[in-house]
């Protein structure tokens, strides 16, 4: 039973930090149509910063601050660049042109910092574990996980719904000429809907860097996980990318884990190789469901 | 002949004169390369029909490719072993076998994925073609039984009737003529009725609808003969290496077919062999020069999208695209 909460816990926090990819990548999509692959890359680009500031200064939290405005600032500098130039192309070009950007972060990465991942260390306030009620003791930071992500959730909701920005993010989503008719500077709004989104990714890969390790390459599992979040939620949604990337996250840890336990009876010890298997398709099933039953996604808008 | 022909052929016949001088001067390593290059461009050939002609962005194509390798590297090592397959059948080292199966399998992966995503369009059909390749991916590197992550290699390559296959050159003959093969198959294709109702679907499916066309059945046909393009080429890479891993299913593999196609010229007959070309030269150009070289292929890449979108071909050609 302990080991259930435990990883129930750990599918809510794995998708958590898929929401916080998910929905730089679905806002970038619903508001400049644009499909990104290279988001990951800016979630490396988030915890290498990270690593590298907290190397430097000795301190987690400069680190943090560093992978958001890291990452922000290479965003909106790949957006003026290059993403610009393709909001008028078709999605191939789209798809070529940011995996191009894909080979170009990563082998500049693999340059800058080598090959080898980096560790960070927590510091003292967010190491170790606490004892929840149900006699589980959790890790900390794993809980800070959840609750920066459920933070951003909300954050987002009363960004879109709530200030001037979000007005004219929703408006630059359903009517680009309209708006910029309206006197809205539609190049610096994208500017800063991808920006955010970068920041957003970038965070995501200094909290995820800090539990596993970070490393060149990071970015790509989690960018193809945060496309089927995407797909299962519906595009442009932020709603959906929440309830999809929960839906990912805690079918992907449960499977993981109950799995092979459950196929026991049936299949005994050929039980293990199987269900992990089996674990590891699980997602994709869910999606494959998912779009049998609804192709838009949860969310979507019907096309 | 059209301009375009006539390039297509040049460039077919550029490679085989590639190879042919290689083996002239003595040198069967670049023999081994033109032969690399021919299978790539072979699978580009395949992923072309489905996205050049068929306006389908699909992700996912190392699938069929990484199917094609994994049915050769199963049925090679089961037969190198004597083990039976499931229902008691033999394993074979026979090519003239392994290329029905390994197509017949990624016709199948491309019917299941090809009927599940086609309902989609746009973005979704590039992420959903995507996530199905990187399930199969997935699934790859956890099953044990044929290797796992470590992927799966056999001794001795496949055999051919009469043929030498160990021998860099008939090897390349084998890869080249398919090859040559797929892209007649592809050429008479795309001028029948079905290559241009498919094509209809890619520039207008609203109005192919109104014609009596529906766009699905098409593309799904469209989409299984590309798979199977892709399984061939995947079985003869398998060959080529003597080893198969998951990897020939990643997302990179993916990107790279699609590299091939795009760099050659979108919805150009050669344009894959010119791209497979390129790239290969590339690599075996910078990266004794600089590890990175993937990232200068990167800034390439870009700029090609960015400037030139009509890729190699077109640059020769000077024109974006045709139809």
């Given at each position: ?14 998708g ?71 909001y ?120 995820v ?7 060149v390459?990071?970015?790509e ?8 979040t ?10 959906g990318a ?62 | ?41 072979l ?8 996205l ?64 599940l ?26 099953w ?23 021998a ?6 084998i ?40 766009p ?35 997302w ?16 150009r ?23 990175y ?31």
């Amino acid at each position: 039973m302990t080991l259930l909460i435990e990883q129930a816990l750990n599918g809510l926090q794995y998708g958590m930090m898929l929401f916080v990819m998910a929905a730089g990548l679905t806002l970038i999509f619903g508001v400049m149509g644009l499909i990104n692959l290279a988001h990951g890359s800016l979630y490396m680009v988030g915890a290498f910063a990270c690593a590298a500031v907290a190397a430097a200064t000795g301190s987690y939290w400069l680190g943090l601050v560093a992978s958001l405005i890291a990452a922000a600032f290479v965003g909106a500098l790949v957006e003026r660049l290059v993403i610009r130039r393709l909001y008028t192309r078709d999605h191939l070009d789209q798809v070529l042109a940011t995996f191009a950007l894909i080979l170009i972060f990563s082998e500049g990465t693999r340059w800058l910092f080598g090959s080898f991942p980096l560790y960070l260390s927590l510091p003292p306030a967010l190491a170790g574990a606490v004892s929840l009620p149900g006699g589980v003791t959790y890790p900390v930071f794993r809980l800070v996980i959840i609750a920066v992500g459920a933070l951003i959730a909300l954050g987002l909701w009363l960004l879109i719904g709530r200030t001037r920005l979000g007005i004219r993010i929703r408006a630059g989503e359903a009517d680009r000429e309209m708006i910029s008719a309206l006197g809205v500077d539609i190049g610096a709004l994208y500017t800063a809907v991808f920006a955010l989104g970068a920041a957003l990714a970038g965070m995501a890969g200094a909290l995820v860097g800090t539990l596993q390790s970070v490393q060149v390459g990071m970015g790509e599992p989690v960018l193809i996980l945060a496309f089927v979040t995407v797909v299962i939620g519906g595009i442009g949604s932020i709603k959906g990318a929440f309830i999809g990337a929960l839906l990912v996250g805690i079918t992907d840890t449960l499977g993981k884990a109950l799995l092979p336990v459950l196929l026991q009876p049936v299949l005994g010890a050929g039980a293990g190789p199987v269900g992990a298997a089996l674990a590891s398709v699980l997602i994709y099933l869910l999606m494959a469901v998912v779009l049998i039953w609804r192709p838009q996604g949860l969310y979507g808008a019907r096309a | 002949m059209r301009r375009e022909a006539i390039l297509d052929i040049a460039i077919f016949a550029l490679l085989v004169l590639f190879a042919l001088v290689a083996f002239a001067t003595g040198q069967n390593f670049a023999v081994t390369i033109a032969t690399k290059i021919a299978i790539l461009a072979l699978a580009g050939v395949g992923l072309n029909l489905a996205l050049g002609y068929g306006g389908l962005v699909s992700f996912g194509h190392a699938a069929f490719f990484g199917i094609g390798g994994y049915v050769t590297a199963i049925l090679a090592s089961h037969a190198a072993n004597y083990e039976p397959l499931a229902f008691g059948l033999p394993g074979t080292t026979q090519m003239l076998v392994i290329w029905p199966v390994a197509m017949i399998v990624a016709g199948i992966a491309g019917l299941v994925i090809g009927a599940l995503s086609l309902g989609t369009s746009g973005v979704y059909f590039i992420m959903v073609t995507l996530a199905f390749a990187q399930m199969l991916y997935y699934l790859a590197v956890s099953w044990p039984a044929y290797g796992g992550e470590d992927g799966l290699s056999f001794y001795v390559r496949n055999s051919f009737p009469g043929v030498n296959t160990l021998a860099p050159v008939p090897f390349f003959a084998i890869c080249a003529s398919l090859l040559a093969l797929a892209l007649l198959v592809s050429a008479c294709l795309t001028r029948s009725r079905f290559g241009l109702a498919l094509q209809a679907t890619r520039q207008n499916p609203m109005r192919t609808t109104a014609t009596g066309i529906r766009p699905f059945p098409v593309r799904l046909v469209a989409f299984v003969i590309s798979a199977m393009i892709c399984g061939l080429a995947g079985s003869l890479y398998a060959d080529l290496n003597r080893f198969v891993s998951p990897a020939s299913m990643s997302w990179h593999m993916s990107g790279e077919i699609m590299v091939f196609v795009i760099l050659g010229g979108v919805g150009r007959l050669a344009g894959p062999i010119a791209g497979a070309a390129v790239f290969i030269a590339l690599e075996q150009l910078l990266g004794p020069v600089s590890d990175y070289w993937l990232g200068l292929v990167g800034v390439l890449l870009l700029l090609i999208v960015l400037f030139a979108p009509g890729g190699i071909t077109g640059l020769i050609l000077r024109e974006k695209r045709h139809g």
